[in-house]
């Protein structure tokens, strides 16, 4: 089993739906997460951090649920160039950082 | 501007011709990173290093060298690289400013294709 689930997609959405990514992550050691956009062909970036309480940022908003060891990510009214793919990161300390990667969900917006 | 390059971008060889990909930052970061991208698979580490002279593996280190021997260079080396070293490879640095607040760079990915 992966230690970083996420549903590979692809989702294909017209513009202006709302899109949820769910992911699950198997060690209860894992004390930091954050959601990264990928463009095809390009290197990720940092979307945002997800924290307990949830956070928005605009249009996306994050939850995590500890107890059982599960993350979203919701956009509201897609936008075309929110097409991408969205990978779950979760950092757990190992005798250092240790960054783990979801294989990533990839999202298209329809027009 | 915060940067994080890599050298080639994109490369073709063959079985067994010996190559390094390099990565430098300018952001004085301690922590830098290889992984390598596959489809279905993510991104895995490679290689880690969380400071000068400090390396260790990552999650899938056979057929990799590493070496760090200045802060801003985190050089990778294919000894004698095979079809199935195939793969986007991405170099990354971090640091982490206190408690979840981090920042991280990656850098533009090297396509490197294996014959």
């Known amino acids: 089993r992966k230690e970083v689930e996420q549903d590979p997609g692809p989702f294909n959405v017209p513009e202006g739906a709302t899109v949820a990514f769910n992911c699950t992550y198997s060690?209860?050691?894992?004390?930091?997460f954050f959601w990264y956009r990928q463009d095809c062909r390009k290197e990720p970036k940092l979307l945002m951090s997800v924290y307990s309480s949830g956070n928005e940022d605009g249009r996306f908003t994050a939850q995590l649920n500890r107890a059982s060891q599960y993350i979203s990510l919701l956009i509201r009214d897609s936008k075309l160039s929110d097409s991408a793919t969205y990978l779950c990161?979760?950092?757990?300390?190992?005798?250092?950082?240790?960054?783990?990667f979801g294989q990533g969900t990839r999202l298209t917006i329809n027009p | 501007e915060a940067q994080v390059t890599q050298n080639p971008r994109y490369l073709i060889t063959v079985t067994g011709k010996k190559l390094t990909v390099t990565c430098s930052q300018n952001m004085n970061h301690e922590y830098m990173s290889w992984y390598r991208q596959d489809p279905g698979l993510g991104l895995r580490q490679i290689y880690y290093s969380m400071n000068v002279e400090v390396t260790d593996k990552g999650d899938v280190p056979e057929g990799y060298k590493v070496s760090r021997k200045e802060k801003r260079n985190f050089p990778l080396i294919l000894e004698s690289p095979s079809p199935n070293q195939t793969s986007l490879y991405f170099c990354?640095?971090?640091?982490?400013?206190?408690?979840?607040?981090?920042?991280?760079?990656f850098g533009p990915g090297t396509r490197l294709t294996v014959t």
């Open positions: 990354a640095s971090m640091s982490w400013t206190s408690g979840d607040s981090y920042e991280q760079y």
């Open positions: 990161v979760v950092n757990r300390f190992q005798g250092a950082q240790k960054l783990v």
């Open positions: 060690n209860s050691a894992s004390q930091s």
